[in-house]
């Protein structure tokens, strides 16, 4: 059986307090980065709309 070191409890606690400021810390941004992943698609979104609105524009415009 490996010999495992015993630490202080006060040591872990503030080892755990650290953890949970990091879990937070990660929390806040994965939230910050799904709102950017959001824009980002809106903004390909419009990029988008506004290709298919040039590619009518050169269409009508070879028409003429």
């Known amino acids: 059986m490996p010999i495992v070191e015993k630490k ?5 606690s503030e080892h755990l307090t ?12 994965v939230s910050g980065l799904k ?4 824009e980002l698609k809106e903004l390909i979104m419009k990029l988008n ?4 609105e040039q590619n009518e524009v050169s269409k009508q415009g070879w028409l003429w």
């Open 8 to 12: 202080p409890v006060v040591v872990v």
């Open 18 to 29: 650290e953890v949970k400021v990091n879990v937070k810390k990660l929390k806040n941004d």
């Open 35 to 38: 709102d950017d992943v959001k």
């Open 49 to 52: 709309t506004n290709i298919e």
